[in-house]
């Protein structure tokens, strides 16, 4: 299984300040059709995941532009370019290139 | 608007057996493949299972590989998750999802069900 370890598990910011979560995969996520299936996830308290990244860096439907994907292969990058207080919540990084798909354990995100 | 709603957690013995279901609407329920992903209190997240929007293909994790069966019925719009030997780490939020294409084959979820709450106790 493709193991994804993301740093920092626990992440006090500052509002309007920047955040930036790293998920490093044990095998490159390139697919065979030449896409890389790494996406985002924020879990507010108490309530389901909700999709913001998909393939890297492309921002689903509603997300607001300060969140931003990047990386390639094994190593990706969320950042928050100014933290506001609605984003608090745990973010998983997640993998659909191969099965099982699999999640970070998660990064809370959280302000001083 | 997309909704997900799943139905049918609560308490259960291990060794028993339980069957989600999630109602979906807001979109063509057989253009796309779905899933199933579970949480267990305080920890993160674990696939479960998925299925193609024609049925035709699933796909499971090793953990409940022989012991969970995923089904639709695409006239009634709805997911299935059948659970049999039912074991006490498989205590969880059971979310219902959809994934981005027909095929649950380098995909994601886009879009997530609130969740229900499986507990095996005894």
């Known amino acids: 299984d493709i193991v994804l370890t993301q740093t920092p598990l626990s992440s006090p910011v500052t509002l309007g300040q920047p955040a930036s979560i790293s998920c490093r995969s044990s095998?490159?996520?390139?697919?065979?059709?030449?896409?890389?299936?790494l996406s985002w996830l924020q879990q507010r308290p108490g309530q389901p995941p909700r999709l913001l990244i998909y393939?890297?860096?492309n921002r689903f439907s509603g997300v607001p532009d300060r969140f931003s994907g990047s990386g390639a292969e094994t190593d990706f990058t969320l950042k928050i370019s100014r933290v506001e207080a609605e984003d608090v919540g745990v973010y998983y990084c997640?993998?659909?290139?191969?099965?099982?798909?699999?999640f970070g354990q998660g990064t809370k995100v959280e302000i001083k | 608007e997309v909704q997900l709603v799943e139905s049918g957690g609560g308490l259960v013995q291990p060794g028993g057996s339980l069957r989600l279901s999630c109602a979906a609407s807001?979109?063509?329920?057989?253009?796309?493949?779905m899933g199933w992903v579970r949480q267990a209190p305080g920890k993160g997240l674990e696939w479960v299972s998925a299925?193609?929007?024609?049925?035709?293909?699933?796909y499971y994790a090793d953990s409940v590989k022989g012991r969970f069966t995923i089904s639709r019925d695409n006239s009634k719009n709805t997911l299935f998750l059948q659970m049999n030997s039912l074991r006490v780490e498989d205590t969880a939020v059971y979310y219902c999802?959809?994934?981005?294409?027909?095929?649950?084959?380098?995909?994601?979820?886009?879009?997530w069900g609130q969740g229900t709450l499986i507990t095996v106790s005894s």
């Open positions: 807001g979109f063509t329920f057989s253009s796309y493949a």
């Open positions: 299925i193609s929007g024609s049925a035709g293909t699933t």
């Open positions: 997640t993998q659909a290139t191969q099965f099982p798909w699999t």
């Open positions: 393939k890297i860096s």
């Open positions: 095998h490159s996520l390139v697919h065979s059709d030449g896409n890389t299936y």
């Open positions: 999802a959809k994934v981005v294409r027909s095929i649950a084959v380098a995909a994601t979820f886009d879009y």
